[in-house]
Every structure is written in C-alpha cells, then in structure tokens.
C-alpha cells in the first residue's frame, strides 16, 4: 500500500510540475560526455535548435548530452526542463534547467519524458537511452501515443544497431514500415526540418513564448 501510495505522489508532483511548461521535444542521450565531445555539442546545437522552433527542451536532466541540449535551449532563450533520477550514486541536475523534477522510480520519469513531447532526439547513449528510445518506439508502433516523430542522431554510433533493425525486418518480427518511424541524421538542419514538419505543422503547433513563465524548481 505504501508502495502504490508513494508511486501515486511522483506521478502527481510530476503532473502538476511539468503541466505549464508547454509543448516539448525530449532528448536523450547519455550523460558521460564531456563538454568538449563532438557528442556533446552536437546536442548542444540540437537544444537550440528545438528552441528556436518555439519548443520547450526536456532532458532527464543529468550531465553530458542531457546537459548539452538543456545548455543549447537555455543559451536561445528557450526554456530547459529537467526530469532526474535518485541513483546510489547521485546524479546531480544539470545548472542549465529552469525547473527540475526528481523522481525516485524510472517508470515515472520515463512516463514524464514521453507525455508532454512531440517529438524525441536521441543521441548516443547506454542502457538508459535505448530503453528510452524503444519504450517511444514501442509506444508508436502500438499507438499508445500518436505518431510522433523519433530522430537518430549518430549514424556511425549506430550503424550496428541499424542493420540489427533491418535485420528484424528480415526475420519477421517487426514490418518494414516500422522503420518509417525512426529518421536517422547527422545533421541538425535536417532534425529540425523534419520536426517542423511531422510535429509543427502536423499538429498545428504554436511557439511557446520565450521565457514566458516563472519556472520554479520541484524537489521531491
């Protein structure tokens, strides 16, 4: 019972948190890279990116590509919104958010990430941001969530697990089209044009207005 009560209390502080912060893209990647990492600036480009196309820029709030496309987004003048993690060893949230929520259950968070998002960016990463990338894959594919796009960042960092998609295609186990969903690109130009147009314009979405909210800071 405690257990369920806890798991109910995130899921509202994460509501009432993140319900103003408007429309979102979220980034994942990991939290690793230094700020000087070719990795790292280009996420750093991405946040700002996203920003000057109106959106809010959500990370887990972390280090390295979590902080570079906060760091991008908070640098446009967009705004930066961190969902973080208790881990034994702590994760601290990045300086560069404008409000940060921390959430003791990975299922939480993950849910916070993905529902106020219209598209997902994910750099490279581990365990954490593949989890990430096919959990907003799966939710596509079965329509939990509409359409949205997904873009891969990283081509030579994933070219393996490309061919390992193809390769499920080949056996059966996932349909050619599935692939449709995922826009892999090393280019930031053609992330942003795409988002422009398979979550913008398909949408109807309006710029969020920089810096237009008080954004506090949410501690558990």
């Known amino acids: 019972m405690w257990t369920v009560l806890r798991i109910m209390a995130e899921f509202i502080r994460g509501f009432r948190a993140l319900h103003f912060v408007g ?3 979220t980034v994942f990647g990991s939290a690793r890279f230094k700020d000087d990492h070719p990795y790292y600036i280009l996420a750093r480009d991405v946040g ?4 000057r196309l109106g959106f809010t820029v959500m990370t887990g709030g972390g280090p390295g590509i979590m902080e570079a ?5 908070k640098e446009s003048g967009g705004i930066s919104i961190g969902c973080n993690i208790r881990l ?4 601290l949230p990045n300086p560069y958010l404008d409000r940060f929520v921390v959430f003791r259950y990975f299922f939480v968070r993950k849910v916070m990430l993905i529902k106020y998002s219209y598209a997902f960016v994910v750099l ?3 365990f954490g941001t593949m ?5 907003a894959m799966t939710l596509i594919q079965t329509g939990k969530i509409r359409n949205f796009p997904v873009v891969l960042m990283g081509r030579n960092f994933y070219v393996q697990l490309l061919e390992f998609l193809q390769k499920m295609v080949a056996n059966g186990t996932i349909n050619p089209a599935d692939l449709d969903l995922l826009m892999v690109t090393d280019s930031v130009d053609e992330a942003m044009a795409h988002i422009q147009k398979f979550a913008i314009e398909k949408f109807e979405l309006r710029p969020v207005p920089k810096r237009s909210r008080v954004l506090g800071e949410t501690r558990p």
């Open 23 to 25: 429309p979102c893209v």
């Open 48 to 51: 700002s990116g996203l920003s």
């Open 69 to 73: 496309a906060n760091r991008g987004a």
């Open 88 to 91: 034994p060893k702590e994760q």
């Open 124 to 126: 490279p990463g581990g």
């Open 131 to 135: 989890d990430e990338l096919f959990e």
